[in-house]
């Protein structure tokens, strides 16, 4: 759980730290994907990259009629005339689509600057998708499974346009908050993976879910960022990590109401979609000094306590190999890419 000092980090940012999108950012000629964009801070988010002047836009939408409505918005509200906006259906809950967007990226993008992967869920009821619960499903193995198969289009803008690409995965101060103990499977687990302990109904606890698979994302991003670009190539994938902080956002919606102690911390120091998303704009103009950064307040900050303590760094290389072993299983060449 949250040591104190974490729990500090969280409430310092939250009351104190500030959001912003940098100064002169200008995104003309550059391709852009953003996922779950109809909504939220991933809507807001696409607002912003309109406005900056972004030449192709790719909004991943599980619903294309809520992507196309999210898609008319911006072109009423925004003048954008420069900006080709485009919806694609993109189901994180199903393997396969996930697959044929990637696909789509590399084959038919004549380039990619950056990805910036906002989509995930909340719930906090029990299912299964693709034989894992639901929350684990979207929020880490389809999220890992969607990066990794746009790393060579990633890759081959940065080589063959001379510039830096990014791959920008939205995670959350929530998971200072994943029970740890969900990360060591028991001695009784007898060689089953941390995913299918995980997917017990008998045993799975929903109630902190959302924060143990932001912790399990966590975990394996700086792996990812290690193989992100490839030695002795020209090219330079950077790849961060960002939390947009405590937002008003679409991903409650299957939430019961809150508390009123809730409701009243989050006047406070709620932030609205619009504030959390200059986040994820901050983290794709940043530049490669964010690198292997987990970014929160637009800032690199440290991840928590466990996740950087022996036993957390531990779980980290246990959990990146796992998910590797079972993205193999889905996808083979996928898993080839790195």
Known sequence: MATLSDKQQFLGGQLFGSTYIPKGAD??????????????????????????????L????????KGNTAKDDITRNIDCKTTAIEVWELDLSNCQSVLAFAERVRTTLPRLDALIAN?????MQFTLAEGIETT?????????????????????????????TTLTIVGSMMHIFGPPE????????????????????????????????????????????????????HEQVNVNWVNPGWCASEL??????????????????GRTAEQGSRTLVHAVVAGKQTHGCYLSECRSKPESDFL??????????????????????????TAGFI
């Not at 790719?58 to 009629?65: A, D, F, H, K």
């Not at 989509?119 to 719930?123: E, K």
């Not at 389809?142 to 063959?160: D, H, W, Y």
């Not at 409650?252 to 406070?268: M, Y």
Request: hydrophobic share 40%; charged share 25%.
């Open 27 to 56: 995104l003309s000629g550059k391709t852009i994907v953003v996922t779950g964009a109809n909504a939220g801070i991933g809507f807001e988010c696409a607002k912003h990259l309109a406005r900056l002047n972004v030449a192709r």
């Open 58 to 65: 790719i909004l991943g939408c599980r619903s294309l009629q």
């Open 119 to 123: 989509a995930g869920v909340r719930l």
């Open 136 to 164: 684990i499903t979207v929020n880490v193995i389809s999220n890992m499974l969607l990066n990794l198969g746009v790393i060579p289009k990633l890759r081959e803008t940065s080589a063959k346009h001379g510039v830096a």
């Open 182 to 233: 969900s990360m060591a499977p028991p001695p009784e687990s007898k060689g089953i993976d941390t995913f299918d302990l995980l997917s017990d109904p008998a045993t799975a606890d929903m109630g902190p879910r959302y924060s143990l698979s932001k912790t399990l994302i966590h975990a394996v991003l700086s792996e990812l960022a290690k193989v992100a670009s490839r030695p002795g190539q």
């Open 252 to 269: 409650d919606r299957h939430k019961n109401a809150p508390p009123l102690i809730q409701r009243l911390a989050f006047a406070i120091m």
């Open 308 to 333: 950087r303590s022996e036993k957390g760094i531990e779980a980290r290389e246990r959990l990146w190999q796992e998910l590797m072993a079972r993205i193999k299983r889905i996808s083979p060449e």
